[in-house]
Nanobody, 133 residues
Framework: QVQVVESGGGLVQAGGSLRLSCTPSGLPGLPFDRYAMGWFRQAPGKEREGVSC???????????YYADYVKGRLTISRDNAKNTVYLQMNTLRPEDAAMYYC????????????????????WGQGTQVTVSS
């Protein structure tokens, strides 16, 4: 059974930082780096939106995607040895407050991931990020 577990959310003041972590388990078709990993968020009353993703794009490089509204403030990374993906969030704004979800899909090789939700097969339950002004 696949489980995707997010952690690291919490309450932070505007301008502060948080690092979210996501560790999936039970993913079929190892290795982990053959999975694209994405972060999405959903604020109350709004639709869920893509924030960032990371996927293996060649034998030696990762491709990363960022939504325009987080570019320069958020950084996605992965530690394949730990089967974990991170989202470092800096200079947080009140509008960043949301439930953040981690998701995965199997690329089977190399791919350029996107923020399109329909591409992702496996989803976590989310971790709440609250930003006070």
């Amino acid at each position: 059974q696949v489980q995707v577990v997010e952690s690291g959310g919490g309450l932070v003041q505007a301008g502060g930082s948080l690092r979210l972590s996501c560790t999936p388990s039970g993913l079929p078709g190892l290795p982990f780096d053959r999975y694209a990993m994405g972060w999405f968020r959903q604020a109350p009353g709004k639709e869920r939106e893509g924030v960032s993703c990371i996927s293996r794009s060649s034998w030696s490089a990762d491709y990363t995607y960022y939504a325009d509204y987080v570019k320069g403030r958020l950084t996605i990374s992965r530690d394949n040895a730990k089967n974990t993906v991170y989202l470092q969030m800096n200079t947080l704004r009140p509008e960043d407050a949301a439930m953040y979800y981690c998701a995965a899909y199997f690329t089977g090789g190399y791919d350029r991931c996107t923020g399109s939700q329909g591409t992702y097969n496996y989803w976590g339950q989310g971790t709440q990020v609250t930003v006070s002004s």
